[in-house]
């Protein structure tokens, strides 16, 4: 079945620290992946999708085949970065769309 | 992103009672999802609709029905409300389906007590 595994539910970490968000899928197809985000009293938003191999706000995320795997990482975490993020996968021919746990991210001055 | 608005933003029933969740949207996205907000399940989708008149089961849509006869609205109904049924409720839209970006409402807080 299609699942999106974060084993985190809280990261934490300091300022200026590497940070990477772990996000592990389970899927037969070519997987379509994304990262959303949720600020705080903000609206869930798309952070970045791995067919756009964009890097947002200082976060890349490379999608690994083999590993079945798509971390979100910033080599330098900064306090405004501190957010729920979740990892999504889109299956059934495009039809659905799966989210993960989901991961808070706190980033300490 | 005031484009999608979910109504209400609070809600408190009882349980065996009908409550219908609203989403409106003012793009003219065609798609329209609804997911439900759980701690420790992250967000599990509902139902999701393609166009007018189109509707689909998402993860978890027992005790749930939608309909989709206006482009603009997506409401969400719960025919009988269970306590399972507390949660978090997100309406999300987009214009190409899901490689495109989902807006989000901003959640409707159901309590069913």
């Known amino acids: 079945a299609q699942r999106v595994t974060q084993p985190e539910k809280l990261l934490s970490v300091f300022k200026g620290a590497p940070v990477e968000l772990k996000c592990n899928y389970s899927?037969?197809?070519?997987?379509?992946l994304f990262w959303y985000v949720q600020y705080s009293r903000q609206r869930l938003q798309l952070l970045l999708r791995h067919i756009s191999r964009e890097s947002i706000k200082g976060f890349t995320a490379d999608l690994n085949k083999g590993e079945t795997s798509f971390h979100l990482k910033k080599p330098f975490a900064q306090e405004e970065d501190s957010a729920m993020y979740y990892c999504a996968l889109i299956y059934n021919q495009g039809g659905k769309l799966i989210f993960g746990q989901g991961t808070e991210l706190s980033v300490k001055p | 992103d005031a484009g999608i608005t979910q109504s209400p933003r609070y809600k408190i029933t009882e349980t065996g009672r009908q409550v219908t969740l609203m989403c409106h949207q003012t793009?003219?996205?065609?798609?329209m999802f609804w997911y439900r907000q759980d701690l420790g399940h992250g967000l599990r989708l509902i139902y999701y609709?393609?166009?007018?008149?189109?509707?689909d089961k998402g993860e978890v849509p027992d005790g749930y029905v939608v309909s989709r006869s206006k482009t603009e609205n997506f409401p969400l109904t719960l025919e009988s409300a269970t306590r399972s049924q507390t949660s978090v409720y997100f309406c999300a839209s987009s214009d190409r389906g899901l490689n495109s970006p989902l807006h989000f409402g901003n959640g409707t807080r159901l309590t069913v007590t």
């Open positions: 899927y037969s197809g070519s997987p379509e």
């Open positions: 609709s393609a166009a007018a008149d189109i509707t």
């Open positions: 793009w003219s996205h065609s798609y």
